[in-house]
């Protein structure tokens, strides 16, 4: 497309979509003509893709997730395009600054944190390798919340990203699905009728997802929850105003808000709702699409695969065994068969307050027949594997780890460390019964948003030296390698980080009114707030740090910036406390005329996936310190080391092969291993011998309870400093020693600062394996038995 047709695309949009004239629009109207503009073309090869699946009768990946933090979705579609250059001319011509059009964009965030972007990575990465593939989702009016700071608080405010027009979506209300609730059951023989009491409209909106060089696109399928009876107009008439639209409000708060909490499970109905609303819609659709195409519902398997993202979808099982032998009339247990062989199950965690579980009372009011089929379910497993216990139905509970494992033909842990570990504590038993079911995939992120589009400096210097083969072949970037030996291009390499850093420097300075130095080392710890993730451990290294350099100003410290981000859920008191210090601790630190050269603490409100892309390439140091054992994966983790970030972190996640990969000389490790935690941890007093050997972490201790960051309320921190004193299920204070160690060889490392360039660039060139299209591709031998599409070049 030549810049001359993307200007009148543009102009025609303006003014016959957007129904502004030139004089009169604002950025938003830009915006919205743009990115119609775009659209158009991804519109046509996504139509294209969609017709040779079914011409080809391919399989087809059905993903279901309550997740999708697909962010924004302008640059993205214009750089996999390749429409970068005309648009950038269009935009110059008509006097439009590009930077302001893509800030413009809201960030959609319907999604918590790495589960729901693993999701939007996944998303890019099957429309690369030209896999048939469909995401479901929900269409979270109010996306994760938007946080502000107040007096160093956490303040969560609604996020509104569907106030403007959405310019990717497509409306389908031909596409609507009843939802039932409640109601009661009745038994014919092994069958049963279900009349629920409660029926909600299920309404599908498409985005397309183009892949790299718009060879191949797919469908991500939101669904929007509608009242089946709409406005009350009778009532209205009588003067009940407000009842009158009592219906519709109902049904809408299915799709209202995201449930801002990763991690702890709280159990409420309105989720449980949610959860099968998603699911059932899109079981629905999944098998609509399926017999329009096929009449023998036994070839399931061979043509669709449904992946559930963790157990917030698991009610598929059930579900899917519900509609193939009450419905269709299959036997139960060939029904089980067709529905285990067509699911997969991918888990996320370990930890025991995130799995989820839901009531016996509470699901059996609102979901009766799944309840029944569960416990038949369970019945038929104990038969198959001759074992008494193992179900997925008790303790008055139902475990949805467990019948999701028993409802998957394979189930998936997303690093290796972790996948192991499911092996030998949370399913255990399952997969003692089951050897062959337990797989692992390790997470992976797409090279297009998070190294090209992310970090245009570094890509161009790549694309430069090794061609641009590397942006759908990651495993390329091994090419660089040689070039990390050769001076003048480590030159080239160090020169894109610094602008990269120039420009965060100048950022922070607009937005935050912080000055920072570019040549101090940009540490940067980004990820949900949580004890396991330990900020708190960082907060605790950055206070000893300051201490000592306030005890002797003029000894020569090497310059650091530590950069927080993200987001505490709600009713997490502790994790907000460790918001708030960090903020405290900003305000002393970032003021203390002793030590601010040396020493600056930044946290930018409302870290999202666009903030991730303008604080990741600028990184010099990533923080990756969880307790090992905890994290499942991280790819944040992934992000940062392949835009040439050096890694401090525990043994943990996708640390372990982040560290394999890039050579263990490259990464600095400190702390205990998972198993040296458990065994540690039993042994009670540890925190307290950890403090009583480590003075740096003591005085950091005492200086936050003696009120030093919070003068006006020495008591503030008391929750942190006495859980840390005797409880510290984290191991925060058993590590801090070797912790601090290891940022001491960080910074002796950074005082060479071309070896230190050298390893960064290692980083790079080591870690394209992180690409999540050798996960999908993983996922395709293992998991989905699938095959892609051959893929056909843009005209
Ligand atoms: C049940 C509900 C409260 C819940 C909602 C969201 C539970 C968990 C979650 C989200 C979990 C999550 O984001 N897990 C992260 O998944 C990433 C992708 O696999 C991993 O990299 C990361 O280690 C893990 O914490």
New binding site residues.
């Given amino acids: 497309m030549t810049s001359a047709e993307m200007k009148a695309a543009i102009l025609h949009h303006l003014v016959y979509t957007q129904g502004k004239d030139a004089v009169t629009a604002k950025t938003y109207d830009w915006r919205m003509a743009l990115s119609y503009a775009v659209r158009d073309k991804i519109v046509d090869r996504w139509f294209e893709a969609t017709r040779r699946a079914y011409a080809e009768k391919r399989k087809r990946v059905y993903y279901l997730s309550l997740e999708f933090l697909i962010g924004r979705l302008l640059k993205d579609a214009i750089i996999n395009m390749r429409l970068e250059e005309s648009v950038l001319d269009a935009l110059k011509d008509l006097g439009i600054e590009w930077e302001e059009i893509i800030e413009d964009e809201p960030d959609a965030a319907l999604g918590?944190?790495?589960?729901g972007r693993?999701a939007a990575c996944f998303m890019e990465s099957q429309a690369t390798l030209g896999l048939p593939a469909m995401g479901y989702g929900i269409r979270y009016e109010n996306g994760l919340f938007r946080q502000r700071f107040e007096d160093g608080r956490q303040v969560e405010e609604p996020e509104d990203w569907l106030n403007q027009a959405h310019a990717w979506e497509f409306a389908r209300p031909e596409v609507s699905i009843d939802i039932g609730f409640g109601g009661h059951v009745q038994e014919i023989g092994s069958r049963a009728n279900w009349y629920p009491s409660e029926v909600l409209i299920a309404r599908a909106h498409d985005t397309p997802v183009i892949g790299w060089k718009g060879r191949w696109g797919n469908t991500l399928r939101l669904w929007e929850a509608r009242p089946m009876h709409g406005f009350d107009l009778a009532r209205f008439n009588r003067g009940d105003h407000t009842a009158a639209a009592e219906p519709e409000a109902m049904a809408r708060t299915l799709s209202r808000v995201l449930?801002p909490?990763?991690?702890?499970?709280?159990g409420k109905e309105l989720r449980l709702k949610q959860e099968f609303f998603h699911t059932a819609a899109s079981i629905r659709d999944i098998l609509r699409r399926f017999e329009s195409e096929y009449d023998d519902l036994r070839l399931l398997p061979k043509k669709a695969a449904i992946q559930i993202n963790?157990t917030?979808p698991a009610i598929a099982g059930p579900e899917l065994v519900r509609i193939l032998h009450d419905e269709r009339g299959i036997d139960f247990e060939e029904a089980v068969g067709i529905a285990r062989n067509t699911i997969s199950y991918t888990n996320?965690?370990l930890l025991p307050e995130?799995l989820?579980t839901w009531g016996e009372a509470r699901m059996g009011r609102l979901l009766p027949r799944h309840m029944q089929l569960i416990d038949r379910i369970d019945d038929l497993h104990r038969r198959e594997t001759g074992t008494h216990d193992l179900n997925a139905h008790h303790d008055g509970k139902v475990h949805m780890g467990t019948l999701g494992f028993i409802m998957a033909h394979k189930v998936n842990g997303?690093a290796a460390l972790h996948t192991e570990l499911m092996k030998s504590t949370v399913f255990k038993d399952l997969h003692e019964l089951h050897p062959e079911k337990i797989v692992n995939e390790t997470?992976g992120v797409t090279p297009r948003r998070w190294l090209l589009s992310c970090n245009p400096r570094l890509s161009s210097l790549i694309t430069d030296s090794i061609g641009d083969n590397w942006v759908d072949h990651a495993e390329d970037l091994k090419k660089l390698e040689p070039f990390t030996e050769d001076a003048g291009w480590i030159e080239k390499f160090t020169a894109a980080k610094h602008a990269n850093k120039v420009d965060l420097s100048n950022w922070i300075a607009e937005t935050l009114e912080i000055s920072v130095d570019p040549d101090s080392i940009f540490d940067i710890q980004v990820k949900r707030i949580h004890e396991y993730k330990r900020q708190h451990m960082n907060l605790l290294e950055t206070i000893a740090y300051w201490l000592e350099i306030r005890d002797n100003p003029n000894a020569g410290w090497t310059p650091r910036v530590k950069i927080f981000g993200g987001k505490a859920f709600p009713n997490y008191i502790y994790a907000k406390e460790m918001v708030h210090l960090a903020n405290d601790m900003a305000k002393v630190m970032n003021s203390d005329p002793l030590t601010s050269r040396f020493l600056k603490v930044v946290f930018p409100p409302n870290y999202n996936v666009s903030l991730a892309e303008r604080l990741i390439p600028a990184a010099d140091l990533s923080e990756q310190i969880s307790t090992a054992g905890k994290?499942?994966?991280?790819?944040g983790n992934m992000k940062f080391s392949l835009n040439g970030a050096l890694t401090i972190g525990t043994l943990d996640?996708a640390n372990v092969e982040i560290r394999e990969l890039v050579g263990a000389e490259n990464f600095f490790l400190f702390g205990m291993t998972a198993e040296e935690v458990m065994t540690h941890r039993a042994e009670a007093g540890h925190a307290a011998r950890a403090i009583a050997a480590d003075p740096r972490l003591a005085r950091a201790l005492e200086t936050i309870r003696s009120g030093g960051f919070s003068p006006e309320e020495p008591g503030r921190y008391h929750m942190i400093t006495d859980n840390l004193t005797h409880h510290d299920y984290f191991m925060v204070c058993s590590d801090f020693t070797d912790y601090w160690r290891a940022q001491r060889d960080v910074d002796a490392a950074f005082a060479d600062k071309a070896e230190w360039a050298r390893v960064a660039a290692l980083n790079t060139a080591r870690t394209g394996w992180f690409s999540s299209d050798r996960t999908i591709r993983g996922y395709m031998r293992d998991v989905w038995d699938v095959e892609a599409a051959p893929l056909v070049d843009l005209a």
């Fill in positions: 918590n944190g790495g589960l693993l449930y909490d990763d991690h702890t499970e709280q963790d917030h996320h965690t995130a989820e997303v997470n994290e499942a994966s991280g790819t996640g």
